[in-house]
Nanobody, 127 residues
Framework: QVQLVESGGGLVQAGGSLRLSCAASGRTFGRYAMGWFRQAPGKEREFVVAIGWSGGTTYYSDSVKGRFTISRDNAKNTVYLQMNSLKPEDTAVYYC????????????????????WGQGTQVTVSS
């Protein structure tokens, strides 16, 4: 069982930055790919970014490429999402998730492939 707890959300003006954290329980954190998804009101949950188990491989959605950066610290069981140049359209609840099975550039983008989810943290970007 893996428990994920996100933090770092909040209200920020357009152009600003936020750093989200996702702390994971369990001794096998370093074996999982981790992803960040977001869901805005009335919309489906969408893929944002993911990172492989070692941190050597990252995957970004086109909407955040160049603005967001994912990283992980396996010693601290934590994954981070640095969000820069935020836009009002980035407003959503952000969720981190753990993918314990096979992962590649296709599967990491599918929310149904993830086994564990955090409770989410709200990010609001004002114009």
């Amino acid at each position: 069982q893996v428990q994920l707890v996100e933090s770092g959300g909040g209200l920020v003006q357009a152009g600003g930055s936020l750093r989200l954290s996702c702390a994971a329980s369990g001794r096998t954190f370093g074996r999982y790919a981790m992803g960040w998804f977001r869901q805005a009101p009335g919309k489906e949950r969408e893929f944002v970014v993911a990172i492989g188990w070692s941190g050597g491989t990252t995957y970004y959605s086109d909407s955040v490429k160049g603005r967001f950066t994912i990283s992980r610290d396996n010693a601290k069981n934590t994954v981070y999402l640095q969000m820069n140049s935020l836009k009002p359209e980035d407003t959503a609840v952000y969720y981190c998730a753990a993918l314990t099975g096979y992962s590649d550039s296709y599967y990491v983008r599918k929310p149904t492939m993830y086994d564990y989810w955090g409770q989410g943290t709200q990010v609001t970007v004002s114009s």
